[in-house]
């Protein structure tokens, strides 16, 4: 999903998830999960190595649920996720 500028997410770098109260309101919505690049652009899985945050976001209400910053180099070896400490 990209950045809030071009039709995205609006609390990108903001988490809205604190509690059960607020994620409960997100079941039956599309959640996903999205690596983004330094410039905010988002990456494809084979990407992954270049990311400078990962984000959880609902996508029927455009919000950003979770917003972490990398802290892990990812391998793209298959489907499965591999990550390693920097």
């Known amino acids: 999903m990209p950045p ?3 039709g995205g997410p609006t609390k990108k770098g903001h988490m809205s998830i604190n509690s059960y109260t607020d ?3 997100h079941v039956g919505h599309n959640i ?6 330094t410039n ?11 990311t400078t945050n990962v984000t959880i976001e609902c996508e029927t209400c455009s ?3 979770a917003d972490y ?3 892990v180099s ?13």
């Open 40 to 50: 905010g652009e988002p990456l494809r899985p084979s990407q992954a190595g270049r």
């Open 69 to 71: 910053p990398a802290v």
């Open 32 to 37: 996903a999960v999205a690596a983004y690049d």
């Open 23 to 25: 994620l409960i309101g």
């Open 74 to 86: 990812f391998n793209d070896s298959s489907s499965d996720c591999n990550a390693e400490i920097v």
């Open 63 to 65: 919000e950003v649920l």
């Open 4 to 6: 809030a500028e071009t």
